[in-house]
């Protein structure tokens, strides 16, 4: 049985470590490389998770450095670079890339 967390902080971890599991840090060999497909993901999860819209995860990341923090970002983007990351990560095949990498993670953790 799975134990629901509170907290997103942990939900940011786990969001970033999935997605490291599944897609490459950049998208284009010449992405401007301010935030990796990784960081933004995770940024999406926690919108998801707090059931806010892009400029309050955006207000939320700027003003926790914790969160920023556990996925390793320097500086938060703006509101549109997560919106436009949803367009480009939530399409089909990246997101069956992370939902197979997700449910991997869960079967090791019941191992």
Do not use: W
Not at 15 to 37: E, N
Not at 47 to 54: G, L
Not at 64 to 93: D, N, Y
Request: hydrophobic share 45%.
């Amino acid at each position: 049985m799975y134990k629901t967390t509170k907290s997103p902080r942990k939900v940011l971890l786990v969001a970033h470590a999935v997605a490291v599991g599944a897609l490459a840090a950049y998208s284009h060999l010449f992405s401007p490389k301010k935030f990796t497909q990784h960081q933004l993901f995770a940024m999406l999860v926690l919108k998801e998770f707090m059931r806010c819209d892009y400029r309050k995860v955006a207000a939320l990341l700027e003003d926790c450095p914790e969160l920023r923090e556990a996925i390793g970002l320097e500086t938060v983007p703006h509101f549109t670079t997560i919106q436009k990351a949803s367009k480009r990560l939530l399409c089909l095949k990246p997101a069956k890339r992370l939902l197979r990498s997700t449910l991997e993670l869960a079967r090791k953790k019941n191992s």
